[in-house]
């Protein structure tokens, strides 16, 4: 299907493509720290007539060369200046070094919005509950929909000259909007060019702080139970080095092997070989249960390993609930460890 004028015009292309190299690349590492990027705009406002153009592009470059110490930084900036040519260039320039505050504004917000959701809803629920692990594994989503949706409130505001911030930040805003409606007069589009960039920012900075993982909540829990840190030690298996037991610790002189994995996938085929390459008087796997089949529950169970999943797994599964040595994470306890390794 072929749609009359469904095309972008070169004109319109151009003008975008160098805001967002300038976004990008101002944006990519080696980053423009704050004092280079304040330098920069106070000489082009101090030199802002078109006639004056090539002289803001040689203040830039003396400057960038007296100062910039990073060679990788100073060669992608000096690349940069030499797509200056006109008095909008200076302007889509120094709009981008603006909006470099504005992405860490943003971020910042929708961090610490997502933090609040989060800290709510995870209040109430167990740390290796589905519900808890749904929480922060979703965290990452969470955080793009509110850096895009702030960005999209944020440049809405830009166009109807709301009042964005504190008294003493307006100046900054004020000389933003006109830029921005400037460029919107040049067929540029600032939003979705700021979104691109925005989008692989958040990216890179989402990842990162995801969620705690299943390990590090298991430790916490079987610290606040009864164990201290020093007792906890994650060992291979003495007779087997490609088994690793996540936590090995002793109680009243007999010992205790750890297994702790979301999700079971293929591992639970490692019980065969494992159950009995050592001389462990208890081994326990626990996970969420989400691929926890009935034959793979049976298959871990025949190696005499006791199985710990999610309540809320465990609640909705009653040929679980019917099977011998395989508990609901709120039944683990130092009486029911002590109980099993008794039998």
Not at 13 to 20: A, S, T
Not at 60 to 72: D, S, W
Not at 104 to 132: C, D, F, G, M, R
């Amino acid at each position: 299907m072929k749609l009359k004028d469904f095309h972008v015009p070169i004109d319109k292309v151009d003008p975008n493509y160098k805001l967002y190299l300038y976004l990008k690349e101002l944006n990519w590492s080696p980053k423009v720290t704050d004092t280079v990027k304040n330098e920069l705009i106070k000489i082009i406002y101090t030199y802002k007539d078109t006639s004056e153009v090539e002289e803001v592009v040689r203040m830039m470059n003396e400057y960038l060369e007296k100062y910039v110490k990073n060679g990788t930084l100073l060669e992608k900036l000096s690349f940069l200046l030499t797509t200056i040519k006109t008095l909008n260039d200076i302007i889509l320039f120094v709009f981008s070094l603006k909006l470099l505050d504005v992405k860490e504004w943003l971020l910042s917000e929708a961090k610490l919005a997502t933090t609040n959701i989060i800290t709510k809803t995870s209040q109430n629920s167990h740390p290796l509950s589905v519900q808890y692990d749904s929480i922060w594994k979703n965290s990452v989503y969470m955080r793009r929909v509110h850096w895009a949706l702030l960005s999209l409130l944020f440049f809405q505001m830009l166009e109807q000259w709301k009042q964005l911030h504190s008294d003493d930040a307006q100046e900054f805003i004020d000389k933003l909007v006109e830029e921005s409606l400037l460029l919107k007069t040049l067929g540029i589009e600032p939003n979705q060019m700021f979104m691109i960039m925005f989008t692989e920012a958040v990216n890179q900075s989402a990842v990162s702080s995801a969620w705690t993982s299943y390990e590090d909540r298991i430790l916490q829990l079987l610290l606040g139970f009864w164990l201290k840190s020093e007792q906890i030690k994650k060992v291979h298996d003495k007779n087997d080095k490609s088994t690793e037991y996540d936590f090995f610790f002793e109680i009243d002189g007999k010992t205790v092997g750890i297994w702790a994995k979301r999700t079971l996938r293929e591992r639970y085929k490692q019980f065969i070989k494992t159950a009995h390459a050592e001389d462990i008087d208890l081994i326990v796997e626990i996970t969420l249960g989400l691929d926890l089949t009935y034959e793979k529950a049976v298959s871990i169970r025949k190696h005499d390993t006791i199985l710990f999943i999610a309540d809320e797994i465990y609640a909705c599964r009653s040929d679980l609930q019917g099977m011998e040595g395989v508990y609901k994470w709120s039944d683990f306890s130092l009486n029911l460890i002590r109980e099993l390794l008794n039998k």
